[in-house]
């Protein structure tokens, strides 16, 4: 039906920066809010951002000012640039987009891309 999958994670050093795309594909009438999350190990999934179809944003009072949600809706697809990264960003990102298929609606979830910042 609809599939999230997430690109762009990797290894970068203390300081660097990486951006994260996830595409959403499949039977999709249309995409209302989309986000990002993260999970570090031992620890709870968290929000992290945030945008709604006119791109209106929100952020994790921590993040604010080192990443910037963003989307573009004729590809449907959310973006998360990462600057400043530090070693506790560590985590797995998953993406996540509220879709509409005709009158339905549901949150889908992508598989999550690993990015680990080494100090």
């Known amino acids: 039906q609809v599939q999230l999958v997430e690109s762009g994670g990797g290894l970068v050093q203390a300081g660097g920066s990486l951006r994260l795309s996830c595409a959403a594909s499949?039977?999709?009438?249309?995409?209302?809010?989309m986000g990002w999350y993260r999970q570090a190990p031992g620890k709870q999934r968290e929000l992290v951002a945030s945008?709604?179809?006119?791109?209106?944003?929100n952020y994790a009072d921590s993040l604010k000012g080192r990443f910037t949600i963003s989307r573009d809706n004729a590809k449907n697809t959310v973006y998360l640039q990462m600057n400043s990264l530090k070693p506790e960003d560590t985590a797995v990102y998953y993406c996540?987009?509220?879709?509409?298929?005709?009158?339905?609606?549901?949150?889908?979830w992508g598989q999550g891309t690993q990015v680990t910042v080494s100090s």
């Open positions: 945008i709604s179809v006119d791109s209106s944003t």
């Open positions: 996540t987009a509220n879709v509409q298929i005709i009158w339905a609606r549901r949150d889908y």
């Open positions: 499949g039977s999709i009438s249309r995409i209302n809010d």
